[in-house]
C-alpha cells in the first residue's frame, strides 16, 4: 500500500481514502463518489476491527463478503482496495492503543467502553499505510467522525477529515451494515428513529430550543415503538457531545440489533441518491 502511494506522490497525485468496514451499501459508496470528486487516487479500505468490538458485540457475525463489496467499487475511481489481515494490523502482543480524551468518555463512548480506543487506533494504523490527504467518514457515525477529525488535528496528521451526509431509506431509516440483522416487524419499528429525531426537528424549526423540551420529544416518540429499546436520546454540541446544542443524536436497540442515528436540528434531511 505504502509503496502504491509513493508512486502516486511522485506523480503529483492527491489521494482519498475512504475507511470501512465492508458491508458496503450506497451511504458507503457515497464516500466513495465524493472521495473520487476531489481526488485523483482513492483508495477504500476494508478491515472488520476487532478492537472497536465490546464483549458480548457482533464481531463474529458482522457480514463479510469482500467479493460483493469489491463489485459494488466497480466504475466509481476506486484505484485500490486495502484489505489487510488482523495479524497485519494487530500482531500479537501488540499494545500500542490511542485515546482521544472527552469525547470517547461520553455517549457511545460510555455505553461502549473502549470502542472508540479500538476506532482511533485502527484510523491512525490506516493513515499511516496510507498517507491520504483527506480522510471519508459519514455523519451517521457523528461521535466516531467527531473522534476522528480530533485526532487528526491533535496529532498533526495534515489530513483533511470529510465528513459527508446520511444517506436514509426512502422511510427515512439511516442506511447501516447492521439493517441486514433486523426482521421484517424489526425494520418497520426501526423507522422510529428518524421519526423522533424529525419531531424534535420540527419543534427546533418552530422555535424550541430548550435541549431538555427537545429531548423529552425524542423519548416520547421512542417510548411508543414497543420494539424499541433506547439506550440514550440527547440534543448536544457537536463539538463536545456533553454541553446542550442542536445535533439530535440517538442509540437504540430494536430487538437485539443496535442502531444509531443523528440529525443537526434545522438542517435538511438528506434523500436517498
Avoid at 484489505?83 to 470517547?104: N, Q
Wanted: aromatic fraction near 6%.
Amino acid at each position: 500500500m505504502r509503496d502504491l502511494v509513493a508512486g502516486w506522490r511522485r506523480a503529483g497525485r492527491s489521494v482519498g481514502l475512504v475507511p470501512t468496514m465492508g458491508a458496503l451499501h450506497a451511504g458507503h459508496l457515497s464516500l466513495v463518489r465524493a472521495a473520487a470528486e476531489e481526488n485523483d487516487q482513492v483508495v477504500v479500505s476494508i478491515f472488520v476491527n476487532p478492537l472497536q468490538f465490546g464483549p458480548g458485540e457482533d464481531f463474529e457475525r458482522y457480514p463479510r463478503d469482500f467479493d460483493r463489496d469489491r463489485s459494488a467499487l466497480d466504475g466509481l475511481g476506486v484505484e485500490a482496495v486495502f484489505a489487510p489481515r488482523v495479524e497485519e494490523m494487530f500482531p500479537a502482543g501488540s499494545t500500542t492503543r490511542i485515546r482521544v480524551g472527552g469525547l470517547d468518555e461520553v455517549l457511545e463512548g460510555a455505553f461502549r467502553p473502549g470502542h472508540f480506543e479500538g476506532v482511533a487506533t485502527v484510523v491512525t494504523k490506516l493513515f499511516w499505510a496510507v498517507g491520504p490527504d483527506r480522510a471519508y467518514f459519514g455523519q451517521k457515525d457523528a461521535q466516531q467522525a467527531a473522534v476522528v477529525t480530533r485526532l487528526a488535528a491533535e496529532l498533526n496528521t495534515g489530513i483533511e477529515i470529510r465528513v459527508c451526509p446520511i444517506v436514509r431509506e426512502p422511510d427515512g431509516v439511516a442506511l447501516s451494515s447492521r439493517n441486514a440483522y433486523l426482521s421484517n416487524a424489526e425494520r418497520q419499528a426501526a423507522t422510529v428513529l428518524s421519526r423522533a429525531l424529525r419531531r424534535a426537528d420540527e419543534a427546533y424549526r418552530a422555535g424550541q430550543r430548550d435541549s431538555k423540551v427537545l429531548r423529552a420529544l425524542l423519548q416520547a416518540e421512542l417510548a411508543a415503538e414497543p420494539l424499541a429499546r433506547t439506550d440514550y436520546a440527547e440534543v448536544v454540541d457537536p463539538a463536545d457531545f456533553l454541553s446542550p446544542g442542536r445535533l439530535a443524536v440517538l442509540a437504540v436497540r430494536i430487538g437485539s440489533t443496535r442502531l444509531i442515528d443523528n440529525h443537526l436540528l434545522g438542517d435538511r434531511f438528506q434523500p436517498l441518491p
